[in-house]
T-cell receptor, first 114, second 110 residues
């Protein structure tokens, strides 16, 4: 099955700053997905990142706030820009794992904005 | 809006019992369905995927899908305290977009 390395695992950031989260997959994948899990809530898809094209954002999420890069088939970054306390969440990347007939998640980034 | 609904629980069962977790979804065109287990502070872990009507068994876990009624369930046999976690139902609504339910918290008491 796919192995995803996500970092940082956690961070505490000042409001108004930005944080970039990285995900590295041990195999080539067409799509990478970025999710947010707010405290006590379930997962919400932020965007889908394809290599060589702009990410596709879900309703309520915009590129200026959550710019995504996908420079190759094994790597992607999500930046949380101009952070406010409302951005305090767990951010997770995910890929389709055909060996498991499902989707595998990275270990997550727990972000606290103060 | 495409929705996935689960009872938030907690669902409390004694060790050795069968735990039954249920999920309903609104998008009739959904094709694939997933159950994830999430321990506190951890990322979701895939337990089962199911694509066709009927039952799918894997060890102590059985997923059941009824597309006509738009529900999917997960049975955990011989529940163990280590099964205590939040179980998330996820539905692929198309283009590999997963919509997650809010999860059911399961507590298995020794």
């Amino acid at each position: 099955s796919a192995v995803i390395s996500q970092k940082p695992s956690r961070d505490i950031c000042q409001r108004g700053t930005s944080l970039t989260i990285q995900c590295q997959v041990d195999s080539q994948v067409t799509m990478m997905f970025w999710y947010r899990q707010q405290p006590g809530q379930s997962l919400t898809l932020i965007a889908t990142a394809n290599q060589g094209s702009e990410a596709t954002y879900e309703s309520g999420f915009v590129i200026d706030k959550f710019p995504i890069s996908r420079p190759n088939l094994t790597f992607s970054t999500l930046t949380v820009s101009n952070m406010s306390p409302e951005d305090s969440s767990i951010y997770l990347c995910s890929v389709e794992d055909r060996a498991l007939y499902g989707y595998t998640f990275g270990s997550g980034t727990r972000l606290t904005v103060v | 809006q495409k929705e996935v609904e689960q009872n938030s629980g907690p669902l409390s069962v004694p060790e050795g019992a069968i735990a039954s977790l249920n999920c309903t979804y609104s998008d009739r065109g959904s094709q694939s369905f997933f159950w994830y287990r999430q321990y506190s502070g951890k990322s979701p872990e895939l337990i089962m995927s199911i694509y066709s009507n009927g039952d799918k068994e894997d060890g102590r876990f059985t997923a059941q899908l009824n597309k006509a009624s738009q529900y999917v369930s997960l049975l955990i046999r011989d529940s163990q305290p280590s099964d205590s976690a939040t179980y998330l139902c996820a539905v692929n609504t198309g283009f590999q977009k997963l919509v997650f339910g809010t999860g059911t918290r399961l507590l298995v008491s020794p």
